[in-house]
């Protein structure tokens, strides 16, 4: 009797598994033809399809281009703003995190003058985190002191002032 | 002697009958049992090893739908407003153009500075290389490679028509970054001489279509705020038409 009621549950099982296979087999198929009509359908998009790929990828280029952008045009107009009077810089050069300056002050005092601005707040604060005199030598015949300093930029310190 | 004969019929009857119970008690047992392993080896194993496949087939293959469903929607709504995107993408592919065209860059960069009024001592071509970079900033969130085209000018001017060159320089259409910046001012006659370095760039159009992946082109929301300012940045800039 238990032989039998084992042999009864084999052969329920077995029709069960086979039916619930033959389910998922249909399932599968279908899900299959889905995607063959959803493949159909993008194939029948393709122009849409490559202008935004192309505009996708001009995108995140321009984004990355220009959100690494340097404003050169900047340094010029703090450089300006944080000249005082008897101050003239000779010669400029710049490359990512430093600029080197060389010029003239007419004494010390318009030196320092010069070197306090570069970290003050509505001069040069937002573009410069510091300054670093590296020579001075004084022109005795005029009076006239000549320098060379490196101003160190700030991240971010040229950037976005001609949107 | 007659009860001896029935007495001996009896016990064969009894023997064949508990012959039979026997075989019986042991024959079903064992028909079921073959039958189970049967059923077990040839129907019950197969089918669970087959329906676990297929559960793994229908898990991926419901993923892979999903996916291209929210593709197919994402590429129908852009159909709706094609002509807009085909108009921005003008615009940007003015900023960056789909090769070096260094003629048409040397000559924007001419007129550029002409139309600030310094005078362009030297302007020469001085490479060109191949970015490819893994863009963690960008809005796509992908990599992104282009093309840098280098050009190395020096010239003269005063101050103010330096300052006016290096903001128009800034401000073209085809974008244009200054890489390396060197100049030098004479008092005595209130001029400057610069050199610079300059970085332009370009696209193929081979590249473009391979580099993204179907997930990406869902997750570009051409009306966040982050696309807008950048198309709002790139129309601000001003194109120089080297055709006349």
Known sequence: ?163 | MSQNKSLTLSLKDSISLLSIGRFRAYLVPFISGVLCLILGLLVIKPSISNISLLLNSKKSLEAELASLTGYNDSLKSYTAYFSDIQGNYQVLEQAIPLDDDIPFLMTQVQQIASSSGVLVNSLQYSGGSKSSLEDTKAVNSSAVSYGRVRLAISGAGSPATFLSFCQNIEKASRLLDIDTFRYSYSQEDNSVSFNLGLVSYYLPPSKAAKDFAVSQISALDLKSPEVKEILEEVKSLKYYDVEN
């Not at chain 1, 604060?125 to 030598?137: D, M, N, P, R, V």
Request: charged share 15%; hydrophobic share 45%; net charge positive.
């Open chain 1, 1 to 163: 009797m238990v032989s039998l009621i084992i042999l009864f549950f084999f052969i329920i099982s077995s029709g069960s598994l086979f039916f619930v296979g033959r389910y998922f087999a249909g399932r599968v198929l279908s899900i299959e033809d889905g995607i063959a009509t959803q493949k159909n359908q993008v194939s029948k998009l393709a122009d849409t399809e490559n202008l935004i790929f192309s505009f996708s990828h001009r995108l995140g280029a321009l984004d990355l281009i220009l959100s690494s952008r340097q404003y050169y045009s900047l340094l010029i107009t703090v450089l300006g703003r944080i000249l005082p009077d008897y101050v003239v810089i000779s010669d400029v050069s710049l490359d990512k995190s430093q600029a080197r300056l060389s010029g003239s002050a007419l004494n010390f005092n318009s030196l320092a003058s010069f070197i306090s601005n570069v970290s003050l707040e509505g001069k040069g604060a937002s573009t410069f985190s510091g300054a670093e005199l590296t020579g001075t030598s004084l022109d005795k015949r005029s009076g006239a002191v000549n320098f060379s300093v490196n101003l160190s930029l700030k991240e971010g310190g040229l950037k976005n002032v001609s949107k």
